[in-house]
């Protein structure tokens, strides 16, 4: 038997007993003719000790041990003459009487420790080696809990499990796919599925009415701090099911996960906000409620001063930032330049600050008197202390968005978004389609088999664009602390609203036919109402576990570049692999002709 115990697991009441430890050797040290070995597994660490009088071999043994070293140790379990309260083994160490090297180790890149020395990089490249330290193991731990505990809870509710293929067609919108060759259909590829929408709405009209699937999903975009080309979604659908039964359901997933997962109690019910509240209120579809501070509309009350600024601006608004009107101008400036990024893409930043003593000064006292600065504070609910901070432009959405980054930025300043709080709610009633001023269509905001709002099916049917922008989705988004982390609809199950939603989408009857004939096909055979949503797993245990980034929580991710360093992919392959694929890459065709 290679062990009796885990390093994790031994403690004062196993006092007297003697065991056997298998583990890696995170640090070994003497101290006064003793040697403390800190042995590590996944489970925790226990300190080994070898006495001064213990025989020379043994002496000699455990101090040639060298960090990440796999070793066997035998010995006693005694009680610690110094306690460490911070360890659960704290309070034991073991008195070794045997020492077996089941293999050595080289000296590792970096400290497999809580903190490691290592830069992000070489971490990467040694993912393995990084995956032994603690955060990576409550990580990981934490994912696994929160995926048993989702597959319990839709047990119990009579979903099934159902795997759904990776080699798919391939049908962009949105994002870009991957696609594989075939080599057996030269010229033909697959591609990999970006979510298995199409795939689960067929399992509804083949009767199977509760599916889910923890599953990956592919999307080759470019990436954003925070994204994987390849993630996990815990994908689910539903049939003979309204927006109301599919809230229901999930609200309660989410909260069996928080309450099971980390002993915490979300709101029942969950409050719902709909998109366009959240627009005007936040300036986000995914509003983080954790604090107020929330956009107020000023267009009408700046109006009328001579300022052709705000005079002029489709839509002005502002948020009061609490007890900010202490700001210096400098650090008013350096706001400036901040919302002057491309990342926030404003033109300029005005401010009021509404100071202790009831005065105002502004960047703006030209063109507003004491007077008018009061109401304008007063309409943005700006009180004695606060600095408002106001943004105007032709286009309301879009100023909008901006003041809610800058009001996310102004939150994280003072400290109102701590991780351990959670304000999860429901975004609803999004607008089915959005207008595109570039490309001149519209495109699908969730997906194109998201249905219209039953109510709001005249104007789906109607060719006037106001008409079309004005219809809603019974569509979805489980949004928490500022981040999306779930999403979906009822979907259309009609094979007559399915080649509408093709035709507002400027997909013609051909292209429809050829990219998505088959679930227009399988509409016709009696397709039940349904709907369903995703929830983005890997996001969801990362804000469990109180991270901002999804990386901890992958065993092995890509880094900003879509690359795996560890295992150095993409990679270039052979020409007879490119041979057999009947493949030309003109891309190393270049490398070929420069070199
Ligand atoms: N498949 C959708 C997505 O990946 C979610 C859904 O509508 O179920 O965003």
Same mark, same amino acid.
């Given at each position: ?45 226990? $300190?080994?000790?070898? /006495? ?19 070793? +066997? ?5 005694? /009680? ?12 034991? =160490? ?114 199977? #009415? ?34 109301? #039964? ?50 107020? =509309? ?25 007890? &900010? ?19 926030? !893409? ?10 202790? #003593? ?27 202390? #606060? ?16 003041? !809610? ?89 009609? &094979? ?20 998505? !004939? ?12 349904? !709907? ?39 990679? =270039?392959?052979? $020409? ?5 694929? +009947? ?13």
């Amino acid at each position: 038997m290679y062990r009796t115990h885990t390093c994790g697991e031994l403690r004062i009441e196993n006092k007297g007993q003697k065991v056997t430890l298998a583990g890696w050797v995170q640090k070994a040290r003497k101290l006064g003719g003793m040697t403390f070995i800190d042995l590590r597994d996944r489970y925790g660490i226990t $300190q080994l000790v070898v /006495e001064a009088d213990a025989p020379a071999a043994l002496v000699e043994k455990a101090t040639s041990l060298g960090r990440e070293y796999v070793i +066997q140790a035998v010995g006693e379990v005694v /009680e610690r003459q110094a306690k460490n309260p911070k360890m659960p083994t704290g309070e034991i =160490e073991i008195r070794l009487e045997e020492i077996t090297v089941l293999n050595k180790s080289v000296t590792p890149p970096f400290t497999i420790e809580e903190e490691s020395d290592g830069g992000e990089d070489l971490r990467m490249k040694f993912r393995y080696l990084d995956l032994r330290r603690a955060p990576l193991q409550r990580a990981l731990r934490l994912r696994h809990r929160v995926a048993h505990e989702v597959r319990n809870y839709l047990d119990a509710k009579g979903f099934m499990e159902i795997e759904t293929p990776y080699l798919i067609k391939s049908t962009p919108e949105g994002a870009r796919d991957f696609v594989v060759p075939s080599r057996m259909n030269p010229g033909q590829f697959y591609a990999l599925p970006q979510s298995p929408q199409t795939f689960k709405q067929l399992l509804m009209v083949a009767g199977y #009415d509760r599916y889910f699937q923890i599953v990956r999903c592919f999307r080759d975009e470019d990436l954003r701090a925070d994204r994987q080309p390849e993630f996990t979604q815990i994908d689910c659908e539903m049939s003979f099911v309204e927006q109301e #039964d599919v809230l229901g359901t999930f609200e309660g997933m989410m909260r069996t996960l928080f309450k099971n997962v980390l002993d915490v109690d979300i709101p029942d019910p969950l409050p719902r906000m709909s998109w366009y509240d959240a627009m005007d209120r936040y300036g986000s579809d995914k509003p983080d409620v954790r604090f107020g501070m929330e956009i107020h =509309e000023l267009t009408e009350v700046v109006k009328g001063k001579g300022f052709s600024v705000l005079d002029d601006a489709a839509y002005v608004g502002g948020i009061a930032v609490p007890g &900010a009107a202490e700001y210096s101008r400098k650090e008013i400036d350096a706001l400036t330049e901040w919302v002057k990024r491309p990342q926030v !893409g404003a033109k300029g930043l005005i401010y009021i600050k509404v100071n202790a #003593d009831g005065s105002f000064k502004s960047s703006i006292d030209k063109f507003y008197t004491p007077e008018d600065l009061a109401r304008i504070a007063a309409a943005a609910q700006a009180k004695p202390g #606060d600095l408002l901070l106001v943004m105007s432009g032709p286009a309301k959405r879009k100023v909008q968005t901006m003041l !809610g980054v800058l009001r996310l930025e102004m939150g994280g300043r003072l400290g109102l978004r701590d991780p351990k709080v959670f304000a999860p709610l429901w975004i609803v009633d999004f607008p089915l389609l959005e207008w595109d001023d570039e490309t001149q269509r519209f495109y699908a905001m969730h997906h194109p088999f998201t249905a219209p709002k039953p109510e709001h099916e005249k104007w789906f049917y109607s060719n006037k664009k106001e008409d079309l922008e004005r219809v809603c989705a019974n569509a979805y988004d489980f949004v928490l602390n500022g981040n999306e982390l779930g999403g979906g609809s009822i979907r259309i199950h009609n &094979a007559d609203m399915q080649k509408r939603m093709f035709e507002v989408l400027g997909i013609g009857p051909e292209e429809a036919e050829y990219k998505f !004939g088959f679930i227009i096909h399988a509409f016709q055979y009696g397709a039940p109402p349904h !709907g369903g949503l995703a929830f983005g797993f890997d996001r969801v245990c990362a804000l469990m576990g109180g991270q901002d980034t999804i990386r901890d929580y992958i065993a092995f991710p890509k880094n900003n570049q879509g690359r795996d360093v560890m295992i150095d992919s993409p990679s =270039e392959i052979d $020409q007879a692999q490119l041979d057999e694929l +009947q493949l030309v890459s003109t891309a190393s065709a270049d490398n070929g002709a420069d070199n």
